[in-house]
Nanobody
Framework: QVQLVESGGGLVQTGGSLRLSCAASGRTFSTYTMGWFRQAPGKEREFVAA????????NYADSVKGRFTISRDNAKNTVYLQMRSLKPEDTAVYYC?????????????????WGQGTQVTVSS
């Protein structure tokens, strides 16, 4: 079993930056694809970014390409989401999740374990 704990959310102005972290328990962290999803009020949870087990392959939603960067440190069992040029439409609860997938899948149902989420609010 994998336990995931997100941190780093907060309130930021439009154009600002935040870095989210997700700390994972379990010795098999380095074998999992890791992903970030977000959910705004009244909306479905949507894919944001994913990274494969080695960090060699990433995948991004079109809405965040060029602004967000996902990375991981397997020695620290941590995955990061660096967010730049934030917009009010990025406001959401951000969740990290793990998947037993060899590729950084965008499919939500492939993710087995989820964190509790961290709130990101971008003011205009």
């Amino acid at each position: 079993q994998v336990q995931l704990v997100e941190s780093g959310g907060g309130l930021v102005q439009t154009g600002g930056s935040l870095r989210l972290s997700c700390a994972a328990s379990g010795r098999t962290f380095s074998t999992y694809t890791m992903g970030w999803f977000r959910q705004a009020p009244g909306k479905e949870r949507e894919f944001v970014a994913a990274i494969n087990w080695s960090g060699s392959t990433t995948n991004y939603a079109d809405s965040v390409k060029g602004r967000f960067t996902i990375s991981r440190d397997n020695a620290k069992n941590t995955v990061y989401l660096q967010m730049r040029s934030l917009k009010p439409e990025d406001t959401a609860v951000y969740y990290c999740a793990s998947a037993r997938s060899g590729i950084p899948t965008i499919i939500k149902s492939r993710y087995d374990y989820w964190g509790q989420g961290t709130q990101v609010t971008v003011s205009s």
